[in-house]
């Protein structure tokens, strides 16, 4: 599809564990699949479950593609594949779908979004600030009671 109404539209007459539909800008990162058949053999199981981190097992006799039951946040969220770098797409204008090749992998997904990290950043800045002027006027109050004794 080419846009958020396209996607949307058809999720009222689709059946979701059979077909996902994608925007066009993911094409890309989902090596081109338009049509994938679903493989019964095909197994994906959640091993580890952390709010800020998933790590899936999966075993594929084929190349195809996930649509993991997440909420697809454009900025944040890290993909990899076997320890490999992966990108994330969107389906069903909500969901996380990512390409796996065939064979037996793992999948981690973590939350690590940039904005968290400038507010870190800008936190420890500030503390060290604040430490640096308590120090300061620990000091100043330690020097005025030496002069005036």
Known sequence: VDNANQEIDPLNTILPTETAVVDARFKDI???????NKDSLSSVRLT???????????NNS????IVFSEIYYPDGWIATIDGEPADI???????????????????????????????ESIAYAALTLLL??????????????????
């Open 62 to 65: 084929t190349d195809g593609v």
């Open 89 to 119: 797409a969107r389906a069903d204008y909500i969901l996380r779908a990512i390409n796996v090749p065939a064979g037996e992998h793992t999948i981690e997904m973590w939350f690590d979004p940039q904005s968290i990290q400038v507010t």
């Open 132 to 149: 640096i002027g308590v120090i300061i006027f620990a000091l100043m109050q330690r020097s005025k009671i030496a002069k005036k004794s």
């Open 48 to 58: 580890s479950y952390e709010p800020n981190r998933l790590v899936y097992e999966t």
């Open 30 to 36: 989902l090596k081109g699949i338009t049509t994938s």
